[in-house]
């Protein structure tokens, strides 16, 4: 309903398998199996990644509205936020390490799942989302 649009939330949760990759990747990596406590940093990540997703549609859209052409929307949109979703995303990392790096069975999957999955989906959302933004979106 915020997008009035059937596409564009699609495109805004294209972000989240994205992020699964990364997270399960991640959990391979480091020996974690996929627990409990890695589902619930899952979660929480799919939250970050839409809410990046939403970040770059909407500026888009609101360049648009003011009568940009679409393709030079989504381009500003992408150069203009890629900088705040960069540094959400490493600090959020920042903040997970202590409590990933303890080698505990309980919070370290957690944090690996949140680090690897912000880590790949952050480098894929500025590259895909405009992407599917730019094919799928009218230009009208």
């Known amino acids: 309903l915020q997008f009035r649009s059937f596409v564009q939330p699609l495109v805004v949760f294209s972000a989240i398998p994205l992020a699964v990759v990364g997270s399960l990747g991640a959990l391979l ?5 996929f627990s409990f406590m890695a589902f619930v940093g899952l ?3 799919m939250g970050i ?5 939403i ?3 909407d500026f888009a859209n609101g360049r648009r509205a003011e009568g940009v052409a679409l ?10 936020r890629f900088v705040p979703i960069l540094l ?6 920042g903040g997970l390490l202590p409590l990933t790096l303890t080698g505990s069975d309980l919070w370290s999957p957690l944090g690996w799942a949140l680090i690897g999955g912000l880590a790949s989906s952050t480098v894929l959302t500025l590259v895909v989302v405009p ?5 799928f979106t ?3």
């Open 131 to 135: 992407s599917l933004m730019r094919v």
């Open 71 to 80: 393709v030079d929307a989504i381009e500003e949109a992408a150069v203009v």
């Open 49 to 53: 990644v839409v809410n990046n997703s």
């Open 138 to 140: 009218r230009a009208s």
């Open 55 to 57: 970040i770059l549609v």
């Open 88 to 93: 959400t995303t490493m600090t959020t990392i």
């Open 43 to 45: 979660a929480a990540l």
């Open 29 to 33: 990596l480091t020996g974690y199996s």
